[in-house]
């Protein structure tokens, strides 16, 4: 089936440093894939939405310069939160969809701690 | 605004029983709808879905229902197994490329 592969699963990181997040399609071409961040005990929210070789679209409330993510090729997307605050710890999770089913299938998700 | 809500926090029920989780949405423009299986610090792992055109759709233990005149769909897994113990998202989409609105999410405990 369908396999997105996320990485790292976790990451500690120093207040102020930025850190990266990649997410690959295995065995698929993902033409659009999205990530989500889910803070401890809440919803899974839809942070943006990327599509291969054009800017990604950012949910209202997310901002555009501090997660920027990257979309170059059909197997690759990533996301890197810059100049990390504690407040930006939180589960990361990429999904990518999948156009012959219209189904979507996710990563196993990064956990981010900022310190 | 939550588009996406499901009510229940958690619930418990015993095993060989059935699981009935429930959500409901706001947003007519939803076309398609998802549930997932979720582990702590792992990513969603998808069960079941069903489009706006159908009211149920059945995979083995697992059924989806919608209504969509009241905006509700409902989860069913018969007969419940101590291994289906797991938080339980309802997600949605309106289509196309969109990606999905989850619910909060219910934590479903089965007891021996």
């Known amino acids: 089936g369908a396999v997105v592969s996320q990485h790292p699963s976790w990451v500690i990181c120093k207040s102020g440093t930025s850190v990266k997040i990649e997410c690959r399609s295995l065995?698929?071409?993902?033409?659009?894939m999205f990530w989500y961040r889910q803070f401890p005990k809440q919803s899974l929210m839809l942070m943006a939405t990327?599509?291969?070789?054009?800017?990604?679209?950012?949910e209202q409330g997310v901002e555009k310069d501090k997660f920027l993510i990257n979309h170059a090729s059909l197997t690759l997307s990533t996301l890197t939160v810059t100049s990390a605050h504690p407040e930006d710890s939180s589960f990361y999770i990429c999904?990518?969809?999948?156009?012959?089913?219209?189904?979507?299938?996710f990563g196993s998700g990064t956990r981010l701690t900022v310190v | 605004d939550q588009q996406v809500k499901q009510n229940s926090p958690s619930l418990s029920v015993q095993e060989g029983r059935i699981s009935i989780l429930n959500c409901d949405y706001t947003?007519?423009?939803?076309?398609?709808f998802l549930w997932y299986k979720k582990y702590p610090a792992e990513g969603p792992t998808f069960l079941i879905s069903?489009?706006?055109?159908?009211d149920k759709n059945e995979d083995g233990r697992f059924t989806v229902f919608l209504n969509k005149s009241a905006k509700h769909l409902s989860l069913h897994i018969v007969p419940s197994q101590p291994g289906d113990s797991a938080v339980y998202f309802c997600?949605?989409?309106?289509?196309?490329?969109?990606?999905?609105?989850f619910g909060k999410g219910t934590h479903l405990i089965i007891q021996p």
């Open positions: 990327s599509n291969e070789g054009s800017k990604a679209t950012y």
């Open positions: 947003n007519s423009m939803f076309d398609y």
């Open positions: 069903i489009s706006s055109i159908k």
């Open positions: 997600a949605a989409s309106g289509g196309g490329a969109d990606g999905l609105t």
């Open positions: 999904s990518a969809a999948l156009a012959a089913s219209g189904g979507y299938t």
């Open positions: 065995d698929f071409q993902a033409t659009t």
